[in-house]
């Protein structure tokens, strides 16, 4: 079955570096999207991504952050200058349309020191 | 703003026996929702979607159920097993309210005692 895969699995940094991960979503999805989860909490909306564009981002997602579909098959998200509750895992998922079911890859752990 | 509660942080149930998850929320009424499991250190697997219009879902020994009225789905495990224990979130979609993100529950810890 396809499926989401995200690399690198454990991304670890120095604050004020800048960081980027990387997601190949499923081959015949359209949307694509970046959620984030701190260690105990909630999964967390960050962005939408649709036709080479943003559809929708969260508050969290401030101008530090950045994503961009370089070819066919990557999607990533940059964060210029990381900070200390940037530490997350940062999730990938991706759907074949709007109202269908959002495929997760298994994620970044981000851990900035 | 769109508010998801899962009744239990953490369940446990003996094997053999249905699990039964609950999830509300207020404000919004969404036009589907989806349940997902959620292995620690793993991202989040889909299991089943319910839209606004259909009263209940089954799959394997999964079922899903969505009052619209009460504002509430339940999702049931039957016959459980320990390769259930697992976190399940809920997540309801602001597809509506012409968003594109899943607001998600903090999720229940299911724990099935052998």
Redesign the interface.
């Known amino acids: 079955e396809p499926e ?1 895969t995200q690399t690198p699995s454990h991304q670890v940094t120095q604050m004020g570096q800048e960081v980027i991960l990387r997601c190949v979503p499923i081959s015949n999805h359209l ?1 694509f ?1 970046w ?1 984030r989860q701190i260690l105990g ?5 960050l962005v ?1 991504f ?1 036709n080479n564009e943003i ?2 981002k ?1 508050e969290i997602f401030d101008d530090q952050f950045s994503v961009e579909r370089p070819d066919g098959s990557n999607f990533t998200l940059k964060i210029r200058s990381t900070k200390l509750e940037d530490s997350a895992m940062y ?1 990938c ?1 991706s759907s074949r349309q ?10 970044t ?1 981000l851990s900035i020191l | 703003s769109q508010k998801i509660e899962q009744n239990s942080e953490a369940l446990n149930i003996q094997e053999g026996k249905t699990a039964t998850l609950t999830c509300n929320y207020t404000n919004y009424s969404p036009a589907y929702l989806q349940w997902y499991r959620q292995d620690p250190g793993r991202g989040p697997v889909f299991l089943l979607l319910i839209r606004e219009n259909e009263k209940e879902k089954r799959k394997e020994r999964l079922k899903v159920t969505f009052d619209t009225t009460l504002k509430q789905s339940l999702f049931h495990i039957t016959a459980s097993q320990p390769a259930d224990s697992a976190t399940y979130l809920c997540a309801l979609d602001m597809y509506g309210a012409g968003s594109y993100q899943l607001t998600f529950g903090k999720g229940t810890k299911l724990s099935v005692i052998p």
């Open positions: 989401v949307y999207y959620y909490q909630k999964v967390e909306f939408s649709y559809s929708e969260s999730f998922a709007l109202n269908q079911p959002q495929h997760f890859g298994d994620g752990r």
